[in-house]
């Protein structure tokens, strides 16, 4: 058996055992979104893992080429949409809200998708610099957040539309960076000190264990859902997902009183839901 058919054939028996034990919970996996019914908080009260489940499912479960041409045609007329209102609200280091935004539109749409938060390190290609959003990092003070967060959307490993939006400081680094990054077949890359512990903490402490230590989780959680490098445009991105990080609110409540940017049911409202014939407020 090649290397591809053996991938396939583990992914469907995931799959299949996955689907096994949503059915033995009572858990109604049909639609996008599933994670937050009653039936599966109630069972993620029992067992904190279950969204790892969740997300490993929606990685896992086999899809139809009809499936990968619509997520191909929506997830980039999407970005565009989103990527206009960043640059309109000027809405800098929202990737919490936005990330959180772009899959609840996603599950409205019928899309299957997973938001994770981790680490990104990117490289310049033709100057060789390196910039980190290091999840074991220095608070930088109310309302910041350490690390970085972005969507799996199969057949997409990686979609991002908030990493040339961090907060860059005036870093010329940052117009190397696209505004939308959209990967697929990403090379699997093993986690390094590097990628997950920012540099000035690597400086103070001069452990190289560090980040197993800060981080006594990442190994299992790698061990499912991996690094991932690619390369869009001028920059080499390392993406090591630390968690899985799905919005506990609906779309009518996130940025709804946020200090940038839109609500997100206001962008939908106006701009997403028009733009592929959905309802914008649908019963």
Not at 60 to 70: F, H, N, P, S, Y
Not at 129 to 152: C, K, N, P, S
Not at 249 to 274: F, K, T
Request: a negative charge; hydrophobic letters at 40%.
């Amino acid at each position: 058996m090649g290397e591809a058919k053996r991938k396939r054939a583990n992914q469907k028996s995931r799959a299949a055992e996955l689907e096994g034990r949503f059915r033995s919970l009572g858990i109604d996996f049909a639609r996008p979104g599933f994670y937050d019914t009653p039936q599966f908080l109630a069972q993620e009260r029992l067992d904190p893992r279950l969204l790892e489940a969740y997300a490993e499912w929606v990685l896992a479960r086999l899809r139809g080429a009809d499936e990968d041409v619509k997520v191909r045609e929506i997830v980039p007329r999407l970005a565009d949409i989103v990527n206009a209102r960043l640059r309109r609200h000027d809405w800098i280091g929202g990737c919490v809200a936005i990330t959180g935004m772009i899959s609840r539109m996603l599950d409205r749409m019928g899309i299957w998708n997973v938001t994770f938060k981790g680490s990104a390190t990117i490289t310049n290609v033709e100057t060789a610099e390196t910039r980190h959003f290091a999840i074991v990092d220095d608070l930088q003070g109310d309302g910041y957040q350490t690390g970085h967060m972005w969507l799996a959307v199969p057949p997409f490993d990686v979609v991002d539309m908030t990493l040339r939006f961090q907060h860059w400081q005036q870093d010329p680094f940052q117009e190397a960076i696209q505004p939308v990054l959209l990967a697929e077949s990403t090379e699997v890359v093993q986690a390094r000190l590097e990628d997950l512990v920012a540099p000035d903490i690597r400086r103070r402490y001069g452990d190289p264990d560090l980040h197993n230590k800060r981080l006594p989780d990442q190994k299992r959680f790698g061990r499912i859902f991996p690094a991932r490098r690619f390369t869009v445009g001028d920059c080499e991105f390392r993406l090591v997902p630390s968690g899985v990080s799905m919005t506990d609110v609906p779309l009518e409540q996130i940025n709804m009183h946020g200090r940038q940017g839109a609500p997100a049911i206001e962008i939908w409202r106006e701009e997403v839901a028009p733009a592929f014939g959905f309802e914008a407020d649908p019963s």
